[in-house]
DNA sequence: AAATCGTGGCG
DNA sequence: TCGCCAAGATT
């Protein structure tokens, strides 16, 4: 008889008890399709960072649709590649997945990588999607550590209502320990846990009546204490971030060159307007391609 | 390591 | 109305 230890026979039943419930409500999303291939995990993973799964769904079909690989994907011009991100946010995100299908086509022969190293390599993949890739796509067993795994580990074990700010190794150290050992069952762990923070063990309003764990749960048991730590909160009117989507959605909305007039009638305050315009130039989300003339750029 | 980076829906 | 929030990465 294996000797297990106490905090993994305290974790067992209520691991089982959201596998279970992810087996019977978890959603069908289209990059949840057993045809769907790594790179098409990844782009819906770069997708899903920062913009909700309703609104990235529509985008992501069409989006592989029109190119379904790395190949396709790094032919594609940045132009190309912003109109069709469209208004999914925060267009870098965009330019990094082209990059990283360049790369993985010129350095990987058109294959996602496997490893937590080589994926980490590629533009715009950080701990969580390649983590992500490697447990979705290749079904391999990796601490998949998102925004919704958090919370309701911090609740369920922690006893809080929201985890630390930043990412902490006391965080890993718990994922870790709670990570089923073979690999099959790690990859349905982690996609069941993230699922439930998702639906059941949401940010506000969690409906805890419909949670599988309720009766394991560390906050629920201290009944439901506020979290002391107040959440950064997002700035946003008036701020650079507004002032940059306003110009490229101009940029987006235009076929060709657009006149420097056009983006000065999009913003009033010209001092921001001419440092958006630079960052966005620097960021190389926009192109100078005449006299006083700007564009998405071709290459 | 805290700040920065878009967008739209919802209560 | 307006603040809050949504599968993060980068610097």
Redesign the pocket.
Known sequence: MPVATASQNASARPRRAIVRWYRTHG?S?P??DASTTAWQVLV?????????????APAYLAWIERWPDPETTAAASPADILRMW????????AL?LREAAIVITRDHHGTVPTTDDEL?A???????????VRA?AYGQRAVVL???V??VLSRLISGTE?PP??LTNSERELATSLLPRTSKSAAEWS?AV??L??LVC????PVCSACPVRTDCAWRAADYPASTV????????G????C???L??VL?ESSGAVPGALLREAWDDAAQRER?LD??LD?A?VAIVGDDEYALPSS
């Open positions: 959603r999303l990059w949840r819906s993973e770069v997708m899903l960072g920062q913009t909700p799964v309703s609104r990235v469209g208004r999914l946010g925060y267009p870098r995100r990094r980490r590629l533009p715009g993949v950080g701990e969580y999607t390649a983590a992500a979705f998102d925004t919704n958090r919370r929201r700010a930043s996609v993230m699922e923070g998702a949401t940010a506000t309003k107040a959440p950064r909160r997002q700035a946003w009117h701020t650079d971030r507004q940059r989507g306003r490229m959605s987006r958006c960052s966005l960021d989300l």
